[in-house]
């Protein structure tokens, strides 16, 4: 179903809220008429400046016993912002305006003034509870479809996860087994080559030993293939570096700052132990840390080198996700690997941070 155009709405709400001047206004004033009219007008400006829009109905909402213009502008309000005290504030300042006496001489009695102001009270905040509403839904909303993205995502690189470890098996299997039965094949050829007195014996061993040592190259090649494979379609894509920790920071989805730089002579190795590093905790704060910013910092001394990843206190509650648990306990294995060490925990500023120390 199509929703109705922006303007369509807003000409809408205009246009009762003229009515709602003009039903009560018989007896109106030429100055209350010139309040209503800024009211309604002002409608139109609820969507860019919902604020202010609701300011010029104020005086309407003093001079006329109008509710429309008043309630649209409050609603509109409420649906804009989050700000509880200044939602708040508005249904006072509005229950105030609608309650206080006019003309200005006009005296009302004590026990009238405050039901009227009670009255006010409740249609004031009658429409900023339902805008607060409808801003909650369309959050919520939002959040749904963040959540069913990042288990998409998740169920992705499980998928990714249970692929590289079935791969590894069989890259290990057939290195264990596959060429080590083609080597001895090679070998017992090489020596029945140099035996053999028979030139057609000689040659049938020449093409043996020739076939086998191609068949281990590609053997070879293959297992290199299974045991770096992570996933369908990155098989063949070379291992990450230091000069793609940029392009990753900015596919992250998250504010990140870099400040550092390491050396550009450092071991393969320990580039893509850093950018795994860096890759994993990004991803932790991405699920466990929603609306925080990170700063990714590099550091090297004239005995070790390693990252930092430092990241805020969160801005909105995290959402329970189905997970591994293994990406922290695979970056120290990692560290170990290569003699380092990996740490990581909260901060004091209720953030997390993750330190990677690595020897150059």
């Given at each position: 179903m199509n929703r109705?155009?922006?303007?369509?709405?807003?000409?809408?709400?205009?246009?009762?809220?003229?009515?709602?001047?003009?039903?009560?206004?018989?007896?109106?004033?030429?100055?209350?008429?010139i309040a209503g009219g800024i009211a309604c007008a002002a409608l139109l400006l609820r969507r860019r400046f919902p604020l202010l829009a609701f300011a010029l109905t104020l005086p309407a909402s003093w001079m006329l016993a109008n509710l429309a213009a008043p309630a649209i502008a409050l609603y509109t309000l409420a649906q804009r912002t989050s700000n509880r005290p200044l939602l708040w504030g508005s249904v006072l300042v509005t229950s105030i305006a609608a309650s206080a006496?006019?003309?200005?001489?006009?005296?009302?009695?004590?026990?009238?003034?405050?039901?009227?102001?009670?009255?006010?009270?409740a249609w004031a905040g009658a429409p900023?509870?339902?805008?607060?509403?409808?801003?909650?839904?369309?959050?919520?909303?939002?959040?749904?479809?963040?959540?069913?993205?990042?288990?998409?995502?998740?169920?992705?690189?499980?998928?990714?996860?249970?692929?590289?470890?079935?791969?590894?098996?069989?890259?290990?299997?057939m290195h264990d087994v596959v060429a080590h039965q083609v080597s001895l094949i090679a070998v017992r050829a090489g020596a029945l080559q140099v035996a053999a007195t028979d030139p057609d014996a000689a040659e049938a061993a020449r093409t043996i030993r020739r076939l086998s040592v191609d068949t281990l190259d590609e053997l070879r090649h293959m297992v290199t293939l299974l045991r770096a494979a992570g996933g369908q379609g990155t098989e063949l894509t070379p291992q990450p570096t230091l000069a793609d920790l940029r392009k990753l920071l900015d596919s992250s989805g998250i504010q990140v700052e870099l400040r550092g730089e390491l050396p550009d002579e450092l071991a393969a190795p320990g580039q893509r132990t850093i950018y795994r590093t860096v890759q994993e905790a990004l991803t932790n704060v991405r699920k466990h840390a929603p609306g925080a910013t990170a700063t990714v910092s590099l550091w090297h001394d004239s005995d070790h080198f390693g990252v930092t990843v430092t990241n805020t206190e969160p801005t909105r509650p995290a959402?329970?996700?189905?997970?591994?648990?293994?990406?922290?306990?695979?970056?120290?294995?990692?560290?170990?690997?290569?003699?380092?060490?990996?740490?990581?925990?909260?901060?004091?500023?209720r953030g997390y941070r993750a330190v990677l120390r690595l020897p150059r």
């Open positions: 109705l155009p922006p303007w369509l709405i807003d000409l809408a709400l205009v246009a009762v809220a003229v009515a709602d001047v003009l039903v009560d206004g018989q007896d109106n004033s030429r100055v209350e008429f006496p006019w003309p200005p001489g006009h005296a009302l009695d004590q026990r009238g003034m405050v039901v009227t102001f009670a009255y006010s009270l900023v509870l339902l805008g607060q509403l409808v801003r909650t839904r369309r959050d919520l909303s939002a959040r749904l479809v963040e959540i069913e993205e990042a288990r998409d995502h998740e169920r992705q690189l499980h998928a990714q996860a249970v692929l590289a470890r079935e791969r590894a098996q069989i890259g290990r299997e959402v329970s996700l189905p997970s591994s648990r293994h990406g922290l306990v695979g970056l120290a294995e990692r560290a170990e690997l290569l003699g380092g060490s990996f740490e990581s925990g909260p901060t004091a500023e």
